[in-house]
């Protein structure tokens, strides 16, 4: 680890162990330059959340991470949420989640993967996630998007599930006809 890694790792650390968890984070990384950005979100990936449930704070910064373009489009913002499907989250904090996640789910989408369904699987419970899934599907032209949903209804969570098959058949003509698009 750099020196300049050891001092973001302090200050972070610091962060952790205060009162405001949350707030304090959130200023944190407001105030960071792009060249300790990246780190520093690496970091905070590695150490955080210290605890399985969490703070309303918290979740205030949980929620402007995945809402900030400039947060998101690191290379290794898949991490953070990697790092924070861990957490039980009680109802509320699903729905103030969940909302954050449905504005920018085009966004992350692009910038997550597995990472990015382990979450949207602890938030939403699997008939929610089908609506939304559903909604998305019919309502979207974006193929990263539609790629992505194909993939979440593959996995096991929704393994029994008529709505899965539905969607699926719907995705398998959909998908193909954007791509050619896309290529022209």
Request: net charge negative.
């Amino acid at each position: 680890m750099s020196g300049k890694d050891i001092l973001l790792k302090n200050e972070i650390e610091m962060i952790l162990q205060g009162g405001s968890i949350g707030g304090d984070l959130k200023l944190y990384f407001e105030s960071l330059d792009d060249n300790n950005l990246r780190r520093a979100l690496f970091i905070l990936s590695r150490m955080y959340p210290v605890k399985l449930i969490v703070s309303d704070d918290e979740v205030d910064f949980i929620s402007s991470m995945l809402s900030s373009e400039r947060i998101t489009k690191q290379n290794n913002f898949f991490e953070f949420v990697r790092s924070i499907s861990i957490v039980d989250f009680n109802c509320e904090q699903k729905n103030v989640i969940g909302r954050v996640i449905k504005s920018h789910f085009t966004n992350l989408c692009e910038r997550c993967s597995f990472e990015l369904d382990e979450l949207l699987m602890r938030i939403f419970s699997s008939v929610e996630l089908m609506e939304y899934m559903k909604a998305l599907v019919e309502s979207s032209d974006d193929l990263a998007v539609l790629q992505h949903i194909s993939d979440i209804l593959r996995d096991e969570y929704f393994y029994n599930s008529n709505v899965t098959n539905e969607i699926l058949q719907i995705l398998t003509k959909k998908i193909p006809n954007l791509a050619a698009k896309e290529n022209k």
